[in-house]
């Protein structure tokens, strides 16, 4: 199960406005392993993740003076690490089979996600791209991604061989992806393939 979002205190942002550098370390440790964790599922690379994390922790502190401690800042600082991974994705997406990996990462991970990290319409795409597979493909996908078995036991559980069970998951991830591709428009694209646009309603 997901773990909930991180809360702030307000006084603790109104601290961390002002330069207060042990705010600046609560607020680290508090939101550090969160981000450290999302990262690492899709990214899968210690250290560019650790190099972003990093970078967004440094840029909160240069735009300090930018914090409104009445507004959501969990979506603040998300926006900070998005813009640095999507410039990650953009160098990375040329590697045919990395991409492939990252947009299966993206699918299970929205299967698996319940809070409403991404906006409405990025939620609503990726949902219908899913219904929009073949039942069976459909099905090897979400017992692949959601439940988290292995291909011989989605094999056996559906009379298929493990070679089917492998070739109709590509498929299911294909589809997913060019059907987003199809639809969304400009970065939406990039946020919905990294689920790192967590623009909360």
């Known amino acids: 199960m997901p773990h909930p979002l991180p809360k702030v205190d307000t006084d603790l942002l109104?601290?961390?406005?002002?330069?207060?550098?042990?705010?600046?370390?609560?607020?680290?440790?508090?939101?550090?392993?969160?981000?450290?964790?999302?990262?690492?599922?899709?990214?899968?690379?210690?250290?560019?993740?650790?190099?972003?994390?990093?970078?967004?922790?440094?840029?909160?502190?240069?735009?300090?003076?930018?914090?409104?401690p009445e507004q959501a800042f969990t979506t603040y600082l998300y926006r900070i690490a998005d813009h640095l991974a999507i410039d990650v994705f953009r160098r990375i997406s040329r590697d045919k089979a990395l991409q492939q990996e990252l947009w299966a990462s993206t699918i299970s991970f929205y299967l698996h996600t319940e809070e409403t990290?991404?906006?409405?319409?990025?939620?609503?795409?990726?949902?219908?791209?899913?219904?929009?597979?073949?039942?069976?493909?459909?099905?090897?996908l979400i017992l692949c991604k959601l439940e988290d078995k292995s291909y011989q036991e989605v094999a056996e559980l559906m009379g298929i061989s493990v070679s089917t069970v492998s070739n109709q998951l590509v498929k299911a991830i294909k589809e997913v992806k060019n059907y987003i591709l199809r639809s969304a428009q400009g970065e939406h694209v990039v946020a919905v393939s990294l689920l790192l646009s967590f623009y909360i309603d």
Do not use: C, M
């Not at 406005?17 to 990214?43: Q, S």
């Not at 993740?49 to 914090?67: N, P």
């Open 14 to 68: 109104r601290l961390l406005r002002d330069g207060n550098v042990t705010a600046f370390g609560k607020i680290y440790e508090t939101f550090a392993p969160v981000l450290y964790r999302r990262l690492l599922r899709l990214l899968k690379d210690t250290d560019t993740v650790e190099e972003i994390l990093q970078d967004t922790f440094l840029k909160l502190w240069e735009k300090r003076a930018h914090i409104d």
């Open 117 to 140: 990290f991404l906006a409405k319409e990025q939620r609503q795409l990726i949902s219908t791209a899913i219904e929009r597979l073949p039942p069976k493909r459909k099905q090897i």
